[in-house]
């Protein structure tokens, strides 16, 4: 090794301060995986004991063998779902990994348990094994659904349960991810501290202290008691030097993370290739066409139909009530703009008076950018306020789904006027139909700002899958039910 090497490696170590002790996991996140791991435990022996039952009915010599797997079923089953690591701190409380690992865990236990059955001639009735472990499976999910939407709980109210982390940039990147995190608190992500390219300690970006630059991110993570490293993308952060921070964290166990150049792109469709000893980021295209398109569609309008079949009753009270409340129609037409920029008449219940248009150049709207708001709105008729809260003015759009001009989830359908206003980057809404629900709206509806809006909705084009589509209507009933930010 030449001098000048050895002084930096000198010079390195007396940077990182003295030797910071290895990083505790937080109490919460230690806390949270005991419970998983007796919840899941609890789910096991249930869905051991319900087997038994719904596959014998009562309790024999010949059952007894198997009420004693159903006993031994928590233990194989935890350790099980601890081999496919889903109970790893990253994991908690945010993302669909966690709960796409806990599936895995069932498939690969029902292989396990038939493998072993066959490979040791062991007489075992299948319905016990299709009963049980499909069963322990579901219980599982649920019970870490549950879990999780207590730790949002408690994140939404100001307790300490989020991962403390130390960001890595330029001050603009590090600004908009503060404001992410605080704006998204069910990530569980909290941006303690800073540091940038150059020492501007004593400074603050979006009210993050900036603690030093580059070279002290590991003497700044033992001094705010952070847990994680968010490395931003900044051209002074090449591989080596990334290489290298990744070494000096790895000494306190510190979790990195390296947040890309490109915005808005995750699950499947990214994918890290090593090629010629490189890590090269694969970004496949949006699916906007094809097969799974097909599938989306058959799926919008077959739920459409079934909906509109079973709330026909809901429906024909809401046009009744609207006709009686005020003068004018039951439904209300609009002129939207669907795919492709093909407008539309888009269908709702009548939730304003007769001269609502008319009225418009009046007001002045709440909102920045394209979009008119106005939350205390003069024209909207008390039973309108009532509809819009829990979106039953919404429910003749169904009929638009049905027809192939909008689909259950997906963009806001935009009026022409705000269109004509789009940049280009805005445009990319128009590549996918318009949705009766989607991000916007199990994440703030009307309460959003137009920058969020769009932000959202460019999410949802670049990662459409069928898998997101079902989260988002699972999610849309408590937004719905909530009522907050409808007017």
């Known amino acids: 090794m030449l001098d000048g090497e050895v002084s930096a490696v000198a010079v390195g170590r007396s940077r990182e301060s003295p030797a910071h002790p290895t990083p505790r996991p937080p109490r919460w996140a ?38 004693v797997l159903s006993g031994a079923l928590p233990v194989l089953w935890v ?3 601890g081999l496919n690591r889903a109970y790893e701190p990253r994991l908690i409380g945010v993302g669909s990994e966690e709960f796409r690992r806990i599936a895995q865990c069932g498939f690969t236990l029902m292989a396990g348990v038939a493998i072993a059955a066959y490979v040791t001639k062991t007489e075992l009735a299948r319905g016990y094994v299709v009963v049980a472990l499909p069963l322990v499976t579901v219980f599982t999910l649920c019970a ?21 982390v130390v960001a890595v940039g330029h001050p603009a990147g590090i600004a908009e991810l503060a404001a992410r995190f605080r704006r998204e608190r069910y990530h569980g992500m909290e941006i303690v501290a800073a540091c940038l390219p150059y020492d501007a300690s004593g400074k603050e970006v979006e009210g993050v202290p900036v603690l030093g630059d580059f070279t002290d991110v590991p003497l700044v993570v033992g001094q705010a008691r952070a847990d994680t ?43 890290i290739r090593p090629v010629a000893g490189l890590p090269l980021l694969h970004v496949e295209h949006p699916e906007l066409a094809g097969v799974r398109q097909l599938i989306k569609n058959v799926f919008d309008r077959l739920v459409a139909g079934v909906a509109l079949i079973l709330m026909s009753p809901v429906m024909a009270a809401v046009a009744i009530a609207v006709r009686t409340s005020s003068p004018g129609p039951a439904l209300f037409r609009q002129t939207r ?48 306020s009532r509809l819009r809260r ?43 139909r318009p949705g009766m629900t989607g991000l916007w709206q199990v994440n703030g509806r009307s309460d959003l700002s137009w920058e969020e809006s769009v932000r959202l909705d460019l ?29």
């Open 337 to 384: 703009v669907g795919k492709d920029g093909v407008a539309f008449t888009m269908l709702k219940f009548r939730t304003m008076r007769q001269d609502a248009e008319a009225r418009k150049v009046e007001l002045v709207s709440d909102g920045h950018g394209v979009l008119f708001k106005i939350r205390q709105d003069p024209r909207v008729t008390p039973l309108g």
């Open 144 to 164: 870490r659904y549950g879990l999780r939407r207590g730790l949002h709980g408690r994140r939404a109210r100001g307790e300490d349960c989020m991962r403390r």
């Open 390 to 432: 829990h979106s039953l003015d919404e429910l003749p759009q169904l009929i638009n789904v049905l027809r192939g001009q909008m689909s259950l989830v997906g963009p806001r359908p935009p009026l022409p006027e705000e269109v004509a206003r789009y940049g280009d980057d805005v445009r990319r809404r128009l590549v996918v």
């Open 30 to 67: 230690v806390r949270y995986r005991v419970h998983a791991a007796v919840c899941d435990m609890v789910c096991a022996l249930l869905a051991g004991i319900a087997a038994v039952f719904l596959r014998f009915g009562d309790l024999t010599p010949y059952v007894m063998p198997y009420v």
């Open 79 to 81: 350790g099980v779902v």
């Open 459 to 487: 999410r949802y084009v670049e990662n459409w899958s069928l898998m997101l589509d079902l989260q988002i209507l699972w999610k849309t009933w408590s937004a719905v039910a909530r009522g907050a930010g409808a007017y």
């Open 229 to 271: 490293v968010a490395v931003l993308a900044c051209p002074e952060l090449d591989g080596t030097a990334l290489r290298r921070l990744a070494w000096r964290l790895e000494r306190t166990r510190t979790d990195l993370v390296v947040a890309p150049a490109l915005m808005e792109v995750a699950g499947p469709r990214t994918t």
